[in-house]
């Protein structure tokens, strides 16, 4: 997972790697495989002990956009007790 951008509102943001030993690979959604469509998505989550507690996007086609989000929450990333920290990330969909 990319490195942390900020952390809680009101804490300065520190450069440090946040391990996430388990990632989910987002699915091709079966519309973007019918349309012939692929792209990036840059999303944005929040992780609380451990776990991804909310994902938002920045970019990218929308087809994609729940496919991500539902990954992400399925993440388990090593737990940091009560700091919480905001990560970025990029998934590249191709179609094959």
Known sequence: MA??????????????ELVCRQQVRPDMPALAI???IG????ARARVLHGRVQE????????IFHEAVRRA?????????????????QEFSFHLR
């Open 55 to 62: 994902v938002s996007i920045v970019s990218g086609p929308r």
């Open 3 to 16: 490195a942390p951008d900020s952390l809680q509102a009101g804490t300065p943001a520190v450069a440090a």
């Open 34 to 36: 019918e349309e012939g």
């Open 39 to 42: 792209g990036t998505v840059l």
């Open 72 to 88: 992400m929450l399925r993440y388990r990333c090593e737990d940091l007790g009560d700091r919480a920290v905001t990560v970025t």
